[in-house]
């Protein structure tokens, strides 16, 4: 895990303003500023979605023939260590394929039934084989491949650790410009956490198991502190 520089993005400085009968502690000088942190990690997770399609001349015979082929693909991943709750149907449709749409009577020429299938590896190193038993078996689409982490809290904790760091540099710096000092906080706030785009994979059609880079996983936190300051 890697923690890069967080920077602070914004900032706002509210000077007391005399209202009667308001405590003094009301009238004290604020500032509001705002800082991101940002931590690089590797993933230890990927999410493939995969997709059989088969054509048949009729919607049942297309059916079946898709059927089959997913179940094979099923059975290729459960060899290769995929547990049943780590594959999951998230799409299944069928429907004609018409002739020329242009005549005045299209009739359908065969019928197309697809079935896509999210998979979770939870063991990176066998990514390359996942994918290569599931395109053996009969998974002639691939839809998207993404990395992630089981467990991201203590990448963002560190992320958060660095915004709050960053928040309170970029006080102090305002404030010594002013020829103040910083008080206490007056409220905190997490204005959100993120993750960056992740890397998607590289494959060599040629090589078998397709190999696969991970790279690194940027994750983001940011929050808004309140300060008061003091001369």
Known sequence: MRLIHALALSAAVLMPIATPGVAQQANAAMIV??????????PDIATLSIGVTTQGDTAAAALAANSAAVAAVMARLTASGIEARDMQTSNL???????????????ATVFSASNQLTVRVRSLDTLGVVLDAAVTDGANTLNGLTFGMSDPEPALDAARKEAVAAARVRAELLATAEGLKLGRIVTISEAGASTDPVPMFRADASASPVPVAGGELGLSASVTIQYELVE
Do not use: C, I, K, Y
Request: charged share 10%.
């Open 93 to 107: 449709s069928l429907f004609p394929v018409w002739s020329d749409p242009s005549v005045s009577t299209p009739q």
């Open 33 to 42: 500023v705002t800082g991101t942190g940002t931590v690089e990690a590797a």
